[in-house]
């Protein structure tokens, strides 16, 4: 019998459902390759939602995305909403879909497409062969330590203040995510921090030294995350997996993902505690060319790889999908951000098509 899933899609704004138009057709053929069966459930988040209900991630939201195997999202946000006050604004959804759902650990792939070497800002010898995840935890540290503020002193002198803070639960259960990662790949993990400056580093370090005696097939090092930034663009080859915390993880993903040059093909899946994930591509809503056709919608279909990978185990679909995405660029298919010269300049939906054909081969 076919496994079933239920998949929420929140396609979201500008060009969001564009590119899950894309990503549905592609999953449907996976059902038929794989003996998958997907139940489609879709629900309103960030300006889409605003319209409708008038807040950025209504209720029913959450309860049907927790009431699913895996969440597809594509895009929220857009020039109309700008001026709402921010906990109104599509971003307010995005933020309470991740705490709502618990997602502490986010997973960046930067991954370099042979076919599209030429995109990266580095040498083609630097960046050939480049495969790196960046895990970041993504719900703790400086962004939401406390104390938080802005103070007057008693000179009369404002004081800003943020607090980076980690409990020892925090760091295993993002260590944990990131050794498992590991070793789905080439077991090899980078433990990234500033434990010669920060005690919330000394206690990272601990406890994923500690944490390595259980996963004695995956080999752990660590990196301060000053020489990290640096080895990242000198020799970006030497990582395979990384793990660190929410603001060197801010800093490194967004790094390590511009190896690759082409924000257009950048996916990402945030992980909680549950098991539920949210998989969706690193891009905006690119409301510049909403509608138009014009979207590259494989940031999209690499992210529902992800999804099929991380959020319901189906390893063979999600390479099969990886493959697919590969050799549609092999035979020429490029849309408007990855044009060059000698190719076949595609819109969105043709893309799809294009892709859909590869994949039923
Ligand atoms: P953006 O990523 O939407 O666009 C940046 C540039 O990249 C634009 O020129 C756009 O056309 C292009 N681009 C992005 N995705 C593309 C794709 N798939 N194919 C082809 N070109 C693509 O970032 P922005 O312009 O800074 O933000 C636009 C809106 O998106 C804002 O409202 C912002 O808040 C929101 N945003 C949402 C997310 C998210 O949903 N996770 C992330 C970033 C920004």
Known sequence: ??????????????????????????????????????????????????????????????????????????????????????????????LGLRAGLELFANLRPAKIIPQLIDASTLKREIVEGVDIMVVRE?????????????????????????????????????????????????GKLCSVDKANVLEVSQLWRDRMTKLAAQYPDVELTHLYVDNAAMQ???????????????????????????????????????????????????????PDIAGLDKANPLAQVLSTAMMLRYGLNQAAAADYLEKGVLQVLANGARTGDIMSSGMQLLGCRAMGEALIQVLEK
């Open 232 to 286: 990242l663009v000198r020799a970006p080859k030497q990582f395979d997996t990384i793990v660190t915390g929410n603001l060197f993880g801010d800093i490194l993903s967004d790094a390590a993902a511009m190896l690759t040059g082409s924000i257009g093909m950048l996916p990402s899946a945030s992980l909680g505690a549950s098991g539920l994930g949210v998989f969706e591509p690193v891009h905006g809503s690119a």
């Open 138 to 186: 993504l719900t703790g540290g400086i962004y939401f330590g406390k104390p938080k503020g802005i103070f007057d002193t008693e000179t009369g002198e404002k004081r800003g203040v943020n607090t980076m803070a980690y409990t020892e639960s925090e760091i295993d259960r993002i260590g944990r995510v990131a050794f498992e990662t590991a070793r789905k790949r080439q």
């Open 1 to 94: 019998m076919a496994q079933q899933y239920r998949i929420t899609l929140l396609p979201g704004d500008g060009i969001g459902p564009e590119i899950m138009a894309v990503a549905v057709d592609v999953l449907k053929v996976l059902e038929k390759k794989f003996d998958l069966q997907f139940e489609f459930q879709e629900a309103l988040i960030g300006g889409a939602a605003i319209e409708a209900t008038g807040e950025p991630l209504p209720a029913a939201t959450l309860d049907i995305c927790r009431n699913s195997d895996a969440v597809l999202l594509a895009a929220i946000g857009g020039y109309k909403w700008d001026s709402l006050p921010s906990h109104l604004r599509p971003e307010a959804g995005l």
